[in-house]
Nanobody, 125 residues
Framework: QVQLVESGGGSVQAGGSLRLSCAAS???????MGWFRQAPGKEREGVAF????????YYVDSVKGRFTISRDNAKNTLYLEMNSLKPEDTAMYYC???????????????????WGQGTQVTVSS
């Protein structure tokens, strides 16, 4: 049984930082992983992605230079370091695993087979 469990969300003031973690179990942790977010009334958005080896990453423009995605394959854990947080970063953040491909050529949410339950990030101004 595949499980992705996020942690690390919370409430911070603008300019603050949070580090999200996603612990994976039940499958081989050797595919593309990503973080998505969804704010109330908005569509789910891909925020950051990382290929199996960790050397190739992708970010949505709005978080470039502020967020860093990383993975520890030995621990089957995915991370998202979020700095200089803004109120517009407020959303439920989801960890997702492609489940098939080592690279992240296909980054639409529909291509990700496994999802966590989400962790809330709230940034106040």
């Amino acid at each position: 049984q595949v499980q992705l469990v996020e942690s690390g969300g919370g409430s911070v003031q603008a300019g603050g930082s949070l580090r999200l973690s996603c612990a994976a179990s039940g499958y081989t942790f050797n595919t593309c992983m990503g973080w998505f977010r969804q704010a109330p009334g908005k569509e789910r958005e891909g925020v950051a992605f990382i290929a199996t080896g960790g050397g190739i990453t992708y970010y949505v423009d709005s978080v470039k230079g502020r967020f860093t995605i990383s993975r520890d394959n030995a621990k089957n854990t995915l991370y998202l370091e979020m700095n200089s947080l803004k109120p517009e970063d407020t959303a439920m953040y989801y960890c997702a695993a492609d489940g098939r491909f080592r690279g992240c050529a296909y980054r639409d949410s529909g291509n990700f087979r496994y999802w966590g339950q989400g962790t809330q990030v709230t940034v106040s101004s």
